[in-house]
């Protein structure tokens, strides 16, 4: 059971590319979510979506676009990359019921030059 | 979300219990209290969680006191693979749709 899955592991992004974050998950989970960790830092709640088709605004979504087409996979889009960008990403999902548990990936080290 | 608050820093003897501190004094009756850490170049890991009884899975238990103002978490033979910082965090979540907010954690260092 591989659990929530983030690729790629690193990457040197110079200012202005874009580039798509992957997150899949095969626990069947509802629940997904894009954390940024800036070093040093707690979590920071980019999006979150509820099911396939619905995506929703985070604390930190500005710069960043999602999108949700299956239960499994669970892309973050960066669309001009900025130097304010660079952080570690962290994808992760739960199931529906109460108080479930939050599972992570290992995580995106992003750096923006 | 209750405010916690934990020491900085703790170091534990490999073989060892290790009992990390959690203050939550202003937590409300429907917040529970969870743990989690992340290891070093990891992503977080969920260890426990309860709401005011003890609590004991295959990671570690909690002890919750019985105002609930704050908890313990107890690793009961530390490894070195339990290295990493501990967070200590009170949700309000009927629901499993909750955003986690971590704060600066307890690094635990276990040491040979």
């Known amino acids: 059971n591989a659990g929530v899955t983030q690729t790629p592991k690193f990457r040197i992004l110079k200012i202005g590319q874009s580039m798509t974050l992957q997150c899949t998950q095969d626990m069947n989970h509802n629940y997904m979510y894009w954390y940024r960790q800036d070093p040093g830092m707690g979590l920071k709640l980019i999006y979150y979506?509820?099911?396939?088709?619905?995506?929703d605004k985070g604390e930190v979504p500005n710069g960043y676009n999602v999108s949700r087409s299956t239960t499994e996979d669970f892309p973050l889009r960066l669309e001009l990359a900025a130097p304010s960008q660079t952080s570690v990403y962290f994808c992760?999902?739960?199931?529906?019921?109460?108080?479930?548990?939050?599972?992570f990936g290992d995580g995106t080290r992003l750096s923006i030059l | 979300d209750a405010k916690t608050t934990q020491p900085t820093s703790m170091d534990c003897a490999e073989g060892r219990a290790a009992n990390l501190p959690c203050n939550h004094s202003?937590?409300?009756?429907?917040?529970?209290v969870y743990w989690y850490r992340q290891i070093h170049s990891q992503g977080p890991q969920y260890i426990i969680h309860?709401?005011?009884n003890n609590e004991t899975n295959e990671m570690a238990s909690l002890i919750i006191t019985e105002d609930r103002k704050s908890s313990t978490l107890i690793l009961p033979h530390a490894t070195l693979r339990d290295t990493a910082v501990y967070y200590c965090?009170?949700?309000?979540?009927?629901?499993?749709?909750?955003?986690?907010?971590f704060g600066k954690g307890t690094l635990l260092t276990v040491n040979p």
């Open positions: 965090i009170a949700i309000n979540s009927g629901g499993s749709n909750y955003k986690l907010t």
């Open positions: 979506s509820v099911g396939a088709g619905i995506t």
């Open positions: 309860g709401l005011k």
């Open positions: 992760a999902s739960t199931r529906p019921g109460e108080y479930q548990p939050q599972h």
């Open positions: 202003t937590i409300s009756g429907n917040e529970y």
